[in-house]
């Protein structure tokens, strides 16, 4: 799933602008992500200049983390 890291986010409101789905949002209090609309297209971490937003790789690929070199 998409995560934003706080401490980078300057709160541009650009990621929010680039979303087709319309999960992101910009509040007073900072930028709101609504997952369950979000399909991970990426758009938003392509665009973000300080790199504030990622997925969560874990939840997101799960099955494709496997140890399957052996
Ligand atoms: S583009 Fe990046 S810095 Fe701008 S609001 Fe979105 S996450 Fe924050
Ligand atoms: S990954 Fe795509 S759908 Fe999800 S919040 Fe970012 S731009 Fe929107």
Do not use: W
């Not at 409101?13 to 900072?30: D, I, K, N």
């Not at 709101?32 to 690929?61: H, M, W, Y």
């Amino acid at each position: 799933m998409l995560q934003l890291d706080l401490k980078l986010c300057g709160e541009c409101g650009g990621c929010v602008a680039v979303c087709p789905q319309g999960a992101l949002e910009l509040y007073s209090h900072g930028l709101l992500i609504k997952s369950d609309r979000c399909n991970l297209c990426e758009n938003c971490i392509v665009f973000c200049p300080v790199g504030a937003l990622g997925i969560n790789t874990v939840q997101a690929k799960n099955s494709s983390l496997g140890k399957d070199k052996y």
